[in-house]
């Protein structure tokens, strides 16, 4: 499997290399993943990605999923513009 | 040349003939018909990159098509980040594909 081309976080095109790369780096949590390499940052909000980056951080060692919410729903759910939040008609 | 719209489907029968309408996508012009979605009357048109990658510039179109991914985001009439999978289209409609915005490598990149 080509790490170099296998894209795992697809709105922001983060390669499955990069995210090994950080994991092994800084022995990261998938939150910490997130943080650095946008990975689970994108538009989708982590629909695609997520439970994939979970399974790599666990492979590779990371902390096992505790009780911390690895990758947590932020608001908003949905993405939403500026415009809307600030009063503009749908 | 409506190259990819199922005229004859083997269960829903043959395609009513819908109203056409002119839609415009980057400047071209093109026919759909009434009913039709932006994705789908781009993707009768044979058209499938509705956008290139904000970041990295690779061309993204339809994917879950059901409005979760914004994968299909294009503007509309001047307005932005509108899903091409859920929006039926209207004669007249203005539609731009979405281009690079910056290159992250320049401003640091991933770490």
Redesign the interface.
């Known amino acids: 499997m080509n790490e170099e081309s296998t894209v795992v976080c697809?709105?922001?095109?983060?390669t499955l290399k990069?995210i090994q790369g950080?994991i092994e780096k800084f022995n990261c949590s998938s939150r910490e993943v997130k943080l650095?390499?946008?990975a689970g940052m994108g538009?989708?909000g982590g629909?695609?990605c997520r439970s994939t980056i979970d399974r790599l951080v666990e492979q590779m060692g990371g902390p096992v999923i505790s009780n911390e919410v690895p990758l947590s729903y932020r608001p908003p759910v949905r993405?939403v513009?500026f415009g809307i939040l600030g009063g503009a008609k749908e | 040349m409506n190259s990819m719209r199922v005229e004859h489907h083997p269960v829903l029968g043959d395609l009513e003939n819908q109203k056409e309408i002119k839609i415009y996508f980057d400047g071209q012009e093109y026919t759909a018909h009434e009913g039709d979605t932006i994705a789908s009357a781009l993707l009768a048109s044979g058209i499938r990159t509705l956008r290139l990658h904000e970041d990295k510039a690779t061309p993204r179109g339809i994917y879950c098509n059901i409005g979760h991914c914004f994968e299909c985001r294009v503007r509309v009439n001047g307005k932005n980040t509108v899903r091409a999978c859920l929006t039926p289209v209207e004669n007249h409609m203005q539609i731009e594909s979405g281009t690079p915005l910056s290159a992250s490598f320049i401003k640091g990149g991933t770490l």
């Open positions: 697809r709105c922001e095109e983060i990069e950080t650095r390499t946008r538009s989708c629909r695609t993405p513009s």
